[in-house]
């Protein structure tokens, strides 16, 4: 086995992986070389695939010793798929588009995860392309929690939106209400009516035992409250210190979200030193 050997099996294994871009092709050579290495038969093929966001290879050997190496090869780069973006190579991690998890950097994530606009016209954009435009809506439909909304422009063809879209509540906020089926009218009215501040994220989008913005809960004084954070300062101290780290991306992809208002009095609890103490307890 050399050199020109192993390169030959690589690159003619390469093509029987059917992921959904480039950015993994490192990953998976890396793997062929140490399957190559591990003693695999290189004149047997090697297939792999993109599954919920994850590279997945399927082999099997007879020889039990190769087939635990195998496994820890197969395990090693598995793991290190869903941190690595699939389209450019670049840090990535698992995220959700729509209904399909695949692990990407946030540049490619908001690519494909775009930010509802409406510019002064009514049109309703994404990527800056227009998807319709609120005069022409006929009819509204929403989910029972307010978080899904489709906007029919006739009997039949409709546009989706969703509360994971940044925007989402200020387009709802947009539509006539007279669109909307006449028994959810009073909800959706009654949700912006009853708005009031939130302590942790300062923006008015607290609605019942909820958060529309930052998704927290409102301190209260039973429960897990009392027992896991003692006061009120300490729970929305470490809830605005999770915001600040954005370990999930999250505030960078609500950066232009203006569904909601800025409080004014809204205050930061934590210093700088709380934070370096809060990241030794989390890395």
Not at 122 to 129: L, P, S
Not at 229 to 253: L, P, V
Not at 274 to 280: A, C, G, P
């Amino acid at each position: 086995m050399n050199k020109e050997e192993i390169n030959h099996f690589i690159e003619h294994n390469l093509i029987n992986f059917s992921v959904n871009s480039t950015g993994w092709n490192d990953l998976i050579r890396n793997l062929l070389y140490e399957f190559a290495v591990a003693g695999w038969n290189m004149d047997y093929r090697v297939f792999g695939k993109e599954k919920f966001g994850e590279l997945r290879c399927y082999t099997y050997s007879e020889d039990e010793i190769l087939n635990t190496k195998l496994k820890k090869i197969k395990s090693k780069y598995s793991e290190l798929s869903v941190r690595t973006c699939e389209i450019c190579g670049e840090e990535g991690k698992m995220r959700t588009i729509g209904s399909w998890q695949t692990t990407l950097c946030l540049n490619h994530f908001l690519e494909q995860q775009p930010v509802i606009e409406i510019d002064d016209k009514q049109n309703i954009k994404r990527n800056n392309e227009t998807v319709l435009n609120i005069k022409n809506i006929v009819k509204a439909e929403i989910e029972y929690d307010l978080q899904r909304l489709w906007l029919f422009i006739n009997k039949t063809e409709s546009v989706y939106f969703s509360w994971q879209e940044p925007n989402y509540y200020l387009l709802l906020r947009t539509i006539p209400l007279s669109l909307f089926p006449k028994d959810r009218q009073q909800e959706i009215s009654t949700l912006f009516q009853h708005l009031n501040d939130c302590e942790i994220c300062g923006y008015k989008a607290m609605f019942q035992r909820n958060c529309l913005r930052c998704h927290h809960e409102p301190w209260n004084d039973s429960g897990y409250f009392i027992q896991d954070y003692g006061e009120q300062s300490n729970y929305i101290k470490e809830c605005q210190m999770d915001i600040f780290i954005d370990e999930d991306d999250y505030e960078k992809y609500f950066k232009h979200d203006c569904s909601f208002e800025k409080s004014p009095d809204h205050q930061i609890l934590f210093t700088s030193d709380d934070l370096i103490e809060y990241k030794k307890l989390l890395f």
